[in-house]
């Protein structure tokens, strides 16, 4: 499972704001960043969550409950929570939002072609979710 830290750095990276000698993305510029991040992803991932591997239906008529990240702390955030959604969805889509987000209002060019590559991603993704076949109803008998 992908951690809040993996899409963290990703997101980090696409922004080029790492340290450019160490690669580290956790420095005085991105701790604002940082602090943001799990109210950003806890926004974020329910919109992806049904078309995830791990999406779990529960009680027929009813929407499944998405997990939640926990944050106790926003100085320092508990990282190593594992990302409710499979892999793919988690590494390939997440950090384009998180960077659009953390960007919003900073650099709205960017933001935006950040935004733009999330939607890309995901609806590239949610077009390989396959369909599930289920009997259509008859409601007024067969003719």
């Known amino acids: 499972m992908v951690t809040i830290q993996e899409v963290f750095d990703t997101a980090i990276h696409l922004m080029d704001e790492q340290n450019e000698s160490s690669g580290a993305t956790e420095t005085q510029d991105t ?36 997990p ?15 990302i409710p959604l499979d892999d793919s969805l988690a590494i390939g889509v ?3 939002a998180l960077a659009s987000q953390l960007l919003a209002g900073e650099n709205e060019e960017l933001s935006s072609y950040f935004q733009n590559q999330y939607m890309q991603q995901f609806s590239i993704l949610k077009d390989k979710v396959l369909g599930v ?4 109803p008859l409601p007024y008998g067969t003719f």
């Open 133 to 136: 076949w289920e009997k259509i």
């Open 31 to 66: 701790a604002p960043y940082k602090v943001r991040t799990i109210s950003i992803l806890n926004a974020t991932i329910p919109h992806l969550y049904p078309f995830s591997d791990t999406y779990q239906s529960s009680d027929p008529g009813t929407r499944p409950v998405c």
């Open 68 to 82: 939640r990240l926990v944050v106790s702390d926003y100085r320092t955030p508990d990282f190593t929570q594992s």
């Open 94 to 96: 997440l950090p384009y």
